[in-house]
Nanobody
């Protein structure tokens, strides 16, 4: 079992930045891949970014490339996403997710929410124009 708790959401103006954190517990953190998804009102949950257990591999959705950076600190059992140059369309509830699937296999369905077996409760990010 893995428990995930997100934090760091809030209200920011367009062009601003936020860093979200996700603290994990319950399993050897370095053995699990971590990801961020988001869900805007009336829309399906959308993949944002993912990172391998050792932090050596990352993958970003096109919407996140160049603006978002995912990272992790295995000593603190925490994964982060630094979000810069935020836009109103980034407004959503952001969810942290975890998967014990080895990265080479995870990559095949990395953007699919059902790939991840563990989820946090979400944190709201609102970007005003």
């Amino acid at each position: 079992q893995v428990q995930l708790v997100e934090s760091g959401g809030g209200l920011v103006q367009a062009g601003g930045s936020l860093r979200l954190s996700c603290a994990a517990s319950g399993r050897t953190f370095s053995s699990i891949a971590m990801a961020w998804f988001r869900q805007a009102p009336g829309k399906e949950r959308e993949f944002v970014s993912a990172i391998s257990g050792n932090g050596g591999s990352v993958y970003h959705a096109d919407s996140a490339k160049g603006r978002f950076t995912i990272s992790r600190d295995n000593a603190k059992n925490t994964v982060y996403v630094q979000m810069n140059n935020l836009k109103p369309e980034d407004t959503a509830v952001y969810y942290c997710a975890a998967s014990s699937t080895p990265w080479p296999f995870l990559k095949l369905t990395i953007m699919t929410s059902s790939t991840y077996g563990y989820w946090g409760q979400g944190t709201q990010v609102t970007v005003s124009s």
